[in-house]
């Protein structure tokens, strides 16, 4: 059993930078791959990034390339998304999963945190 809490969310303008963490608790935290959801208002959840138990290898939606990057540190069992330039289309929850085997687009995911709400302001 893994349990996974998000923190960083916020209120930021357009154009400013946000980062969250989620810190993991329970089995090893370094034998999974790590990622981030979003889910805005009325829209289904969407995969955004993801990073390989070792951090060698992450993948992400093609909207947030550039701005966005998904980093570990498994000394700590914490995953980060720093994310730039943010943009309103970026408002959502942004939810931390963990899966056991590693995907491109995460399709399969044993573990969800609840999540924390980022609001990007025009």
């Known amino acids: 059993q893994v349990q996974l809490v998000e923190s960083g969310g916020g209120l930021v303008q357009a154009g400013g930078s946000l980062r969250l963490s989620c810190a993991a608790s329970?089995?090893?935290?370094?034998?999974?791959?790590m990622g981030w959801f979003r889910q805005a208002p009325g829209k289904e959840r969407e995969f955004v990034a993801t990073i390989t138990w070792s951090g060698a290898t992450t993948d992400y939606r093609d909207s947030v390339k550039g701005r966005f990057t998904i980093s570990r540190d498994n000394t700590k069992n914490t995953v980060y998304l720093q994310m730039n330039n943010l943009k309103p289309e970026d408002t959502a929850v942004y939810y931390c999963?963990?899966?056991?085997?590693?995907?491109?687009?995460?399709?399969?995911?044993?573990?969800w945190g609840k999540g924390t709400l980022v609001t990007v302001s025009s």
């Open positions: 999963a963990a899966a056991r085997q590693y995907r491109s687009t995460m399709s399969i995911v044993n573990y």
């Open positions: 329970g089995r090893a935290f370094s034998e999974y791959a």
